[in-house]
C-alpha cells in the first residue's frame, strides 16, 4: 500500500483528449484538424474519441471550455485596489500581447480563431463564443467603470461600449499579427488605445466637420 502513497492521479483519456484538443485546434484550427490528429496527440485509439464525444463539434465545445478557463484566470490581472484601474488595462492587454509575442505571432487567440471559423457553420459553437466573449467583455467593463470612476479614463463613453471596443480592437489586432508575423499591429493597439480613451482626448472629427460645414456655406 505504501507504493501507492503520493502518487497522483492519472487524468482521464476524455481529460487529455480536451488537453490534446485545445492544441491542436489552436494551432491548425477546426478544419485544419482531424479527430485523427487530435487522438494521436492525446496518444488515445482514434476509436476512444466517440466513447467520449459525440461529434468534433462537440469536442471543439469542450476545447473551448478549456481554453476560457485559462483566459478567466488571466483576468484577475484586472483586479487589485493596489493598481490603479487604468493601469491594470494596460497591463492586461501588455500581457497578451507578450504571449503573442513568445508565441511567434502564429497561433492568436483561440476563440477569436474559432470564432471567424465556427460562427457561420455550428450554432451550437456560436452560442459558446457569444456567452465567452461577453464574460470577457463584462470583467473588462468592471476595470474601465473604476477607472472612470476615478479619472483616468473618459468618462463620456458607455463603459460596455469601450469594453466592448478594446476586446474587439485587440482581437483585431493579434489576427493581424498572424499575418504579419511582427508585433506592429499589437503595439499599435496600445499606442491608440493608450490616446483614444486618455480624458483629455477630443474627436478631431468633431472639428474637422465644422471647418467642412463653414466652407459648404
Excluded at 511567434?104 to 480563431?113: D, L, S
Aim: glycine fraction near 8%.
Amino acid at each position: 500500500m505504501t507504493g501507492h502513497i503520493g502518487r497522483m492521479p492519472r487524468p482521464s483519456l476524455r481529460e487529455q483528449i480536451i488537453d490534446a484538443a485545445v492544441a491542436t485546434l489552436h494551432r491548425h484550427g477546426f478544419n485544419g484538424s482531424s479527430v485523427q490528429d487530435i487522438t494521436e496527440a492525446a496518444h488515445a485509439p482514434k476509436g476512444s474519441f466517440y466513447n467520449h464525444f459525440e461529434s468534433k463539434e462537440e469536442l471543439a465545445i469542450a476545447a473551448l471550455n478549456r481554453y476560457w478557463e485559462r483566459v478567466e484566470g488571466s483576468l484577475t490581472l484586472l483586479d487589485g485596489d493596489n493598481i490603479p484601474p487604468r493601469e491594470r488595462i494596460a497591463r492586461y492587454f501588455g500581457r497578451l500581447n507578450e504571449a503573442a509575442r513568445k508565441g511567434g505571432f502564429r497561433t492568436g487567440c483561440m476563440i477569436g480563431n474559432l470564432t471567424a471559423e465556427m460562427a457561420g457553420q455550428s450554432p451550437k459553437a456560436r452560442n459558446r463564443l457569444a456567452i465567452l466573449l461577453a464574460r470577457w467583455t463584462a470583467a473588462i467593463k468592471s476595470c474601465v467603470k473604476q477607472a472612470q470612476a476615478d479619472g483616468s479614463m473618459r468618462r463620456d463613453i458607455d463603459p460596455g461600449d469601450a469594453a466592448a471596443f478594446l476586446l474587439n480592437a485587440w482581437e483585431g489586432a493579434v489576427l493581424r499579427s498572424k499575418v504579419d508575423r511582427n508585433s506592429d499591429a499589437l503595439t499599435g493597439f496600445e499606442r491608440i488605445v493608450s490616446t483614444l480613451f486618455a480624458p483629455s482626448w477630443t474627436a478631431p472629427v468633431a472639428s474637422s466637420r465644422r471647418n467642412h460645414d463653414r466652407a459648404a456655406r
